[in-house]
T-cell receptor, first 114, second 113 residues
Framework: DTEVTQTPKHLVMGMTNKKSLKCEQH?????MYWYKQKAKKPPELMFV???????INESVPSRFSPECPNSSLLNLHLHALQPEDSALYLC?????????????FGSGTQLSVL | GEDVEQSLFLSVREGDSSVINCTYT??????LYWYKQEPGAGLQLLTY?????DMKQDQRLTVLLNKKDKHLSLRIADTQTGDSAIYFC?????????????FGAGTRLAVHP
């Protein structure tokens, strides 16, 4: 199993809603990532978890709250988002946080904030 | 910090070779990567090259690295319509004690009959 599975594939939410994005991998990877990708732009790193601990937060606003319940799961909790937060949210995993990060990406959740 | 630049668009005929170019600024990247993104999908790692190598070949893919000029290229031989996608090059830097990928803006490859 070399897949990173993300749900839902599409999400439309209002600015007052609370929603969560989910990510799962069963490759035994110990590093998991959230990236944000705006249209026609490269992915930008948001958060990195290493061995279930948050190791990097790229100055992401607190309306985005990551959670790593176990080594296979990564969530991104969303609350009070703004329309400019509309983007493709990509989850990725890698063996660990050493050099030569071969990242495996999920297909992403396309988020629209109204 | 690292800055990675790519040309934004490339159009080739089916069967021809495609060459996608990338320049980077931080020569401390240990590895350099090429990722492919098809519409509505995540990124797929195509290949990577260690910084002390000049060339790496993997089936239809050839990566050339010129460290002096900080130039990386990806050649796709016998380009097929299924190769139509956005191709991102990425460098790896140390940031806050951790390795971090910095992506270029992506090159959209269009393959026409």
């Amino acid at each position: 199993d070399t897949e990173v599975t993300q749900t839902p594939k599409h999400l439309v939410m209002g600015m007052t809603n609370k929603k969560s994005l989910k990510c799962e991998q069963h490759m035994g990877h110990r590093a998991m990532y959230w990236y944000k990708q705006k249209a026609k732009k490269p992915p930008e790193l948001m958060f990195v978890y290493s061995y279930e601990k948050l190791s990097i937060n790229e100055s992401v606003p607190s309306r985005f709250s990551p959670e790593c319940p176990n080594s296979s799961l990564l969530n991104l909790h969303l609350h009070a988002l703004q329309p400019e937060d509309s983007a493709l949210y990509l989850c990725a995993s890698s063996q660990d946080r050493s050099t030569n990060e071969k990242l495996f990406f999920g297909s992403g959740t396309q988020l629209s904030v109204l | 910090g690292e800055d990675v630049e790519q040309s934004l668009f490339l159009s080739v005929r089916e069967g021809d070779s495609s060459v996608i170019n990338c320049t980077y600024t931080d020569s401390s990247s240990t590895y350099l990567y090429w990722y492919k993104q098809e519409p509505g999908a995540g990124l797929q790692l195509l290949t990577y090259i260690f910084s002390n190598m000049d060339m790496k070949q993997d089936q239809r893919l050839t990566v050339l690295l010129n460290k002096k000029d900080k130039h990386l290229s990806l050649r796709i031989a016998d380009t097929q319509t299924g190769d139509s996608a956005i191709y991102f090059c990425a460098g790896e830097i140390i940031s806050g004690g951790y390795n971090k990928l910095i992506f270029g803006a992506g090159t959209r490859l269009a393959v026409h009959p």
